[in-house]
Every structure is written in C-alpha cells, then in structure tokens.
C-alpha cells in the first residue's frame, strides 16, 4: 500500500487508474481533495487560496495519459501533498501543449516521487 492511498499490486486499483477521470476520483478518495492551479509565482490551492512555493510541496506520484489518435489528449496527473498538509492534483497537457507556468513550477519542485510497484511473490 502506498502513502496515496492506493495498491498498485491490486487489479481493481491498476484497472481505475487507466483513464484520467478513473484516476482522479481515486485519488480523491485518498484525500488528495484539492486542485491546485500554477501561477507565475507559485502554485495556488483553488480550495484555499493559499499559494505555495516549490519548496513547499512534494509530488508524491505523476500519472501520464495519451490519447488514443490526438496528441492534444496527453495529459499528466500530479498527486501533491503540501507543507502544511493539504493534499491535492495538477493537471497539465504534456508536449507542445503543456501550460508554461506548471512546467518551470514542476521543473523547481525537489521532492518528486514516482512510486516503483514491485510484484508480490
């Protein structure tokens, strides 16, 4: 079991987490609750409002998704845990549409976690 909350190892988990939306209602169930937007000058809590500096947060796992002809569907999910405790998700295209700001903001965040999910024996 992960600190996010979910099992990898688990076939129910690996099936929900194929699809953006899947994946996003399953991390909300881990309590990652809030969205967060990137700013020019850091990154903002749409729950409340406080802005965080790249220090201040750590990318506890990423999830990449690409659509299946346009590549104006590849997204990246960001799992996001904060200084003081709030628990979020980013969204951003990846490739020649990913947003400027989530890019130099993801680019200074040091803690970036991408969990290795090793099979059970």
Do not use: W
Request: net charge negative.
């Amino acid at each position: 079991m992960r600190e996010d909350g979910l099992d990898l190892n688990n076939e129910m988990d690996k099936e929900h987490m194929k699809t953006l939306t899947s994946c996003l209602n399953s991390l909300l169930a881990a309590g990652f609750e809030t969205q967060f937007k990137a700013l020019k000058h850091g990154l903002k809590s749409l729950t409340t409002e406080k802005i965080y500096l790249p220090e201040e947060v750590k990318i506890t796992n990423f999830y990449r998704f690409e659509g299946d002809s346009d590549p104006s569907d590849n997204s990246i999910l960001y799992a996001i845990e904060t200084t003081s405790g709030e628990k979020g998700t980013l969204t951003d295209a990846y490739g020649a549409y990913s947003d400027a700001h989530v890019a130099k903001f993801i680019k200074e965040v040091e803690d970036i976690g991408k969990r290795e999910h090793k099979k059970m024996d």
